[in-house]
C-alpha cells in the first residue's frame, strides 16, 4: 500500500516538526548555562568579567604548578622518612614464660633502616640493633624472627 501525496506531505510536515522541537530542546539545554552566567550583564560587562576569568585561571594554573611540584619534592623527601614497621614477640628461651622478646622492625621508603631485638631472660634483658639496606641485613646476619619482622615491615606502610 503506497502513501498517496497527501499523506506523504503531512508526514514530512510532522517529521520537522517533531525535528524543530529536538532541536529547540538541545538549544535550551545547551545555553541555559551561558544565560545564568551573563544575567544582569551588558557586552561591557561580559567582556571584563571574561578577561577576569581568563587572568584568574592564569593565576591559579601557576599556583597548581607550583603544588604539584611541592608535593612532588614532599614525596621524594618523605622516602627517608619511617613509613614502614613489623613487629614480632616470640620466646626465645624455654626457662620463662609468655612471649616477653621482641623484634622491631622500622623502615623507611626505600626499605632501609633498623632491627631492634629485646631478648628477655629472668636474670635481664638485652637490646640489639642492626641495620638493614633495602630490606636485607646489612653487615649483620638477621635470626628467623628479626627477618619475620623486616618481612611484615615490608608489607605495611604507615
Known amino acids: 500500500m503506497l502513501l498517496n501525496y497527501d499523506q506523504l506531505i503531512i508526514f ?35 567582556s571584563s568579567a571574561l578577561k577576569k576569568l581568563l587572568k584568574d585561571f592564569d593565576e591559579h594554573e601557576s599556583k597548581i604548578k607550583a603544588l604539584v611540584k611541592e608535593a612532588g619534592d614532599l614525596k621524594k623527601d618523605n622516602l627517608y622518612n619511617i613509613q614502614k614497621m613489623g613487629l614480632v614477640r ?24 633498623l632491627v631492634i631485638s629485646s631478648l628477655h631472660s629472668r636474670e635481664n634483658t638485652r637490646i640489639y640493633a642492626k641495620p638493614v639496606k633495602k630490606g636485607k641485613p646489612a653487615g649483620y646476619d638477621l635470626s628467623v624472627e628479626e627477618k619475620e619482622a623486616v618481612k611484615k615491615a615490608k608489607k605495611i606502610k604507615l
Do not use: H
Not at 530542546?25 to 557586552?43: I, V
Not at 616470640?90 to 633502616?113: H, I, K, V
Open 12 to 46: 514530512l510536515i510532522g517529521a520537522i516538526f517533531v525535528w524543530l522541537i529536538a532541536l529547540s530542546f538541545l538549544f535550551y539545554k545547551f545555553l541555559a548555562p551561558l544565560w545564568q552566567l551573563t544575567k544582569g550583564m551588558t557586552r561591557r560587562d561580559l
Open 90 to 113: 616470640y620466646n626465645p628461651f624455654a626457662e620463662t614464660g609468655g612471649d616477653q622478646s621482641f623484634c622491631l622492625s622500622l623502615l623507611d621508603g626505600n626499605n632501609n633502616g
